[in-house]
């Protein structure tokens, strides 16, 4: 399994970005997807999640109605929609799959695939 996440960039607060995240050699169907962030000099931290059908999400309290996670099958896509930004959110976000039958998965060491990362900076 391959994941190739892509979409970051620099941005001013209050502005949006959507990242996204290919899964190659594996149906997204059968696997639950999440993002995590790591900010310099701190742990990698959850920040959203969905489950490998239906509309089961959760998100971290920090980005709680700013962000929203979705998926596409067709295109083997997990994206990440961000919105009012802010300098607090500047980190690499990573992108991550597991397969699991049902539900959510929250942290990081429940995830077997991760994607490399990709860079997000919020200026103030």
């Known amino acids: 399994v391959q994941l190739q996440a892509s979409g970051g960039g620099l941005v001013q607060a209050g502005g949006s970005l959507r990242l996204s995240c290919v899964v190659s050699?594996?149906?997204?169907?059968?696997?639950?997807m999440g993002w995590f962030r790591q900010a310099p000099g701190k742990e990698r931290e959850f920040v959203a999640a969905?489950?490998?059908?239906?509309?089961?999400?959760h998100y971290a309290d920090s980005v709680k109605g700013r962000f929203i996670i979705s998926r596409n099958y067709a295109a083997s896509t997990v994206y990440l929609q961000m919105d009012n930004l802010n300098p607090e959110d500047t980190a690499i976000y990573y992108c991550?799959?597991?397969?699991?039958?049902?539900?959510?998965?929250?942290?990081?060491?429940?995830?077997?695939?991760w994607g490399q990362g990709t860079q997000v900076t919020v200026s103030s």
């Open positions: 969905i489950a490998r059908i239906g509309s089961d999400t």
């Open positions: 050699g594996r149906n997204i169907r059968n696997y639950a």
């Open positions: 991550a799959v597991v397969q699991r039958a049902w539900g959510v998965v929250l942290t990081s060491h429940g995830y077997e695939y």
